[in-house]
């Protein structure tokens, strides 16, 4: 098998480029971000499978899954789409019924993050728990996070582009702050180490060397 420094610089994983600030890059990037969300996603997805069946699960894998979507998708990730939203509710009054909903799941999201992390960090540390009960936790979790992420695509993001102007987008670029992403930016950040290298056998799984 190859070193996984070696894959750094494969496309197998989505990297955020610089945000230079155009409606293109804001777009691309939440893009991006949706794309490697759903690849943490199946990985908490086959723990959560394991879980269920009593087998052995990787915890701390666990545990840094759930660290980084509450570091990152909750912190920059959702509070950006919230700013893009805001504007296009004032452009397209239809759309604000989807955005109530979609910013409500940010706060569900992010609540049942914590709350999964919690429990997973209390059995870390040998506190009694219900295998079904944090199974079950986590295929909500998952499930929700799917369709939310569908949902943005499907109805808001498409809209944003085609809606706001170029005043909008200089509006957003002002009101979000950037930030490099913690696992999948050009920096990876040390406490993701094992999350990393899970997400780069991941990748050789699906897509051997020849
Ligand atoms: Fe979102
Ligand atoms: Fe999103």
Redesign the pocket.
């Given at each position: 098998m190859p070193e996984y420094t070696d894959l750094i610089t494969r496309d197998n994983i989505q990297r955020r480029v610089n945000t230079n600030q155009s409606m293109l890059e804001i777009i691309s990037n939440l893009r991006a971000d949706h794309t490697n969300i759903a690849k943490l996603l199946q990985q908490l997805s086959a723990q959560a499978a394991l879980l269920a069946k009593g087998e052995y699960i990787n915890y701390q894998l666990l545990a840094e899954i759930m660290q980084y979507f509450i570091n990152y998708p909750d912190i920059h990730?959702?509070p950006c789409?919230e700013q893009i939203f805001k504007l296009l509710r004032n452009r397209l009054p239809e759309t604000g019924g989807t955005i109530d909903k979609?910013t409500a799941e940010?706060n569900q999201i992010a609540k049942n993050g914590a709350r999964i992390l919690d429990d997973v960090k209390q059995i870390q540390g040998n506190a009694i728990f219900s295998r079904m009960d944090l199974s079950a936790l986590l295929h909500a979790y998952i499930e929700a996070y799917k369709t939310?992420i569908e949902t943005?695509e499907r109805q808001l993001f498409q809209r944003a582009e085609q809606s706001l102007t170029p005043a909008d987008w200089q509006e957003i670029v002002q009101a979000i702050k950037t930030c490099e992403d913690p696992l999948f930016g050009n920096a990876l950040v040390g406490e993701y180490q094992s999350l990393y290298k899970s997400i780069m056998a991941q990748a050789v799984t699906e897509n051997p060397v020849q």
């Open positions: 990730h959702h789409e979609i940010h939310h943005e």
